[in-house]
């Protein structure tokens, strides 16, 4: 079969590899569509190395047909349509994936396009609703609200019954938060985030802060939280380091929280199997009945990684960026 090499000079090439194989408990899944996300670009970069025994191969999420079943493995079949979540693996003609982290296509959404939700899905519904208790009539920020993450996260906070607020960088990525259903659109490049949540929420703040930017925000989240709040951090694009003043903290009763996705254990309390059923139990019926669905910001052959990464880079992207490996 063939994959995505990260060469030594961090070039991206479509070589030929050793056959994967399904183990026991797992699904082989011939790739149609493999998204991209930020985690790949690091990984590339020799940033972000997959977790003990992962696949090298870079990908984190696909959409395809079960080609093959290991033994043990009874809830899926062979030719049958999914999408999976994965620690490795994604940018190849096959990919094998524990049956747990296995997902049917959600009805009216294309087989290519649903490779554009395991990551977004997992991501947001474990940190809103799984971690911080995001609950109806309360108020989410979420930075980056252009992105594949603050994209999904918009329509799955209206779903819910959440007033929405974003920060965006461009007046055409705050239009489509906007249509997407935001409330609250912020130009962080314009204005102070902190200031702008104040003001909309008669000074109440929000009540769930959804962060990519770790250290360079943290300070200004706590500052923007309601009583009772949390600040979910999943990001690190704005750094690794700074002074929280715990003071805040106890003023507000809040909470700042840290989440990975990516190094979870497939089974057992916190594991990606057990957010992976709350998604395909609670998100997929809200997909199905259109109130979420995937945006696509651009789409390449395998052949053209490089430029996908390159797209993604440079920010002038908004939703998922996808790889069309099959077809």
């Known amino acids: ?31 149609d569509t ?9 990984q590339a970069a020799g940033k972000y190395p997959p977790p003990p025994g992962a696949s090298e191969t870079l990908g984190l999420e696909v ?10 493995v009874a809830d899926w079949s062979v ?24 997902m049917p296509v959600p009805d009216s959404v294309d087989l ?20 911080a208790h995001l609950r109806p009539g309360q108020l989410a920020l979420i930075h980056g609200g252009s992105s594949g993450i603050g994209t999904h996260a918009i329509q799955v906070c209206r779903a819910l019954g959440c007033r929405v607020a974003v920060t965006a960088g461009a007046v055409n990525k705050m239009d489509l938060c906007a249509e997407l259903g935001a409330e609250i659109t ?3 490049r314009e204005e102070d985030f902190v200031e702008r949540i104040r003001a909309e929420t008669d000074g109440a703040g929000a009540d769930v802060i959804l962060d990519i930017m770790g250290a360079a925000y943290l300070d200004r989240n706590v500052d923007a939280l309601a009583q009772d ?19 805040k903290l106890l003023g507000r009763r809040a909470g700042v929280i840290a989440t990975a996705l990516r190094s979870r254990p497939v089974s057992g309390p916190g594991s990606k199997g057990e957010i992976v059923a709350d998604v395909v139990a609670n998100v ?37 960026v996808l790889l069309r490996v099959g077809g």
């Not at 493999?34 to 690091?42: H, K, S, T």
């Not at 349509?81 to 994604?90: D, H, K, R, W």
């Not at 290519?112 to 395991?118: D, I, K, N, R, T």
């Not at 669905?293 to 002038?316: C, K, N, V, W, Y």
């Open 1 to 31: 079969m063939h994959s995505i090499v990260v060469e030594s000079d961090g070039r991206l090439s479509w070589r030929e590899v050793p056959d994967a194989a399904p183990r026991r408990g797992e699904v082989l899944i011939k790739v």
């Open 34 to 42: 493999a998204g991209v996300n930020r985690a790949d670009l690091l």
């Open 63 to 72: 959409s395809g047909t079960v080609a093959e079943l290991g033994d043990g």
């Open 79 to 102: 030719g049958q349509p999914v999408c999976a979540l994965l620690a490795g693996g994604g940018y190849a003609e096959f990919v094998a994936v524990p049956s747990a982290q296995v």
């Open 112 to 131: 290519s396009h649903a490779a554009g939700l395991p990551e977004v899905a997992c991501t947001v519904w474990s940190n809103l609703v799984m971690t």
């Open 186 to 188: 912020i130009n962080y």
């Open 229 to 247: 709040g949390r600040v979910v951090i999943i990001g690190m694009q704005g750094g690794v380091k700074a002074e929280l003043n715990i003071g």
């Open 284 to 320: 997929w019926p809200m997909i199905a009945d259109g109130r979420v669905r995937p945006i696509i910001g651009a789409e390449f052959g395998i052949d053209q990684a490089g430029a996908a990464h390159e797209l993604l880079t440079s920010g002038d992207v908004s939703g998922k």
